[in-house]
């Protein structure tokens, strides 16, 4: 083994001791699968670190990302921004659920028609990961709102 490949085998094991150490202190580690400070848990998140990498990883739980529209492609890009395990997710929708609704959006049911969609089905997005914030917006799209994001349309 080369010695540059056994200095990261090193760190990863350092790693994963610490990881496994900090469960040790704060129970199974469920509410806080990423901490602020770039730790992963490495059993939650296994198959994205093979995937996307330390660092990848790292920017996924610093990033904040607002969705914009509720309806089914909204609702799948937001189920799976808040499975990678994102700092925080806002699901913006300024409109009110119709019945049409309900066969694009798996999140709604037939008592939210006439609920905003945002709200209707933020509780349930919060329920796919509690270790990420949810928020809501009902508003219209503002630079403001875009400029508290740190995931962009332009960076997509």
Known sequence: ????????????????????????????????????????????????????????????AGATVLICGMKGLGAEIAKNVILAGVKGVTIQDASACEL??????????????????????????????PAVTVTVNTGEITDDLCKQHTVRPTEI
């Open 1 to 60: 083994m080369s010695p540059a490949a056994a200095k990261r085998e090193s760190e990863r094991d350092s790693e994963a001791q610490q990881a496994h150490a900090k469960k040790q202190r704060t129970g199974n580690g469920t509410d806080d699968t990423m901490a602020a400070a770039g730790e992963i848990d490495e059993d939650l998140h296994s198959r994205q670190l093979a995937v996307y990498g330390r660092e990848s990883m790292r920017k996924l």
């Open 100 to 129: 049409a609704d309900l066969g694009a959006q798996f999140y709604l049911t037939e008592a939210d028609v006439g609920k905003n969609r945002a709200e209707a089905c933020a509780a349930k997005l919060q329920e796919l990961n």
